[in-house]
């Protein structure tokens, strides 16, 4: 799987972790898409944005962004049409937001979690799996209406 990560100053050191722990996994392939140097004054629209558009684009299956919080990282990554980005804090949501709703955005707040949870979480968003169930394609569908109702008033 060809997995996105982003993260500004406030997630810098923890998405370094992350690659290290994706690249030693089996089956993923990392883009970084920075911050690639830690930088106190950078902002996370400049790097969560390009993430969320290479998500939207298909250019990768899996985004994960973060921030400080991962309240900034999931509001830009849902800016994005076709990006369902989720600010994820315990495992079950990790992975039933995939399984339901196809979320393909995992947001991370590194100064709120720590570094062996935040890879439990990145662990189970990824292992997951779109159940594709009628009740969850209708409820998708639903959402999807309303992305391009918005979308097209521009």
Do not use: W
């Not at 569908?141 to 979308?151: D, I, P, R, S, T």
């Amino acid at each position: 799987m060809k997995v996105g990560i982003a993260a500004d100053h406030g997630g810098f050191y923890q998405k370094e972790k992350l690659i290290t722990m994706l690249n030693a996994m089996e089956g993923f392939s990392v883009v970084d898409f920075g911050a690639e140097t830690y930088d106190s004054l950078d902002d996370y629209p400049d790097f969560v944005t390009p993430l969320a558009q290479a998500v939207a684009k298909g250019d990768i299956e899996r985004g994960i962004a973060i921030c400080g919080s991962g309240v900034g990282a999931s509001i830009v990554a849902n800016k994005v049409p076709g990006v369902r980005a989720a600010l994820i804090c315990e495992t079950y949501s990790a992975h039933q937001g995939v399984e339901h709703d196809d979320m393909n955005v995992l947001c991370v707040g590194s100064r709120v979690l720590g570094d062996v949870y935040i890879q439990e979480l990145v662990q189970a968003f990824l292992k997951a799996k779109y159940t594709g169930e009628e009740r969850h394609e209708r409820r998708l569908g639903k959402v999807k209406a309303l992305e391009q109702q918005n979308f097209s008033k521009g």
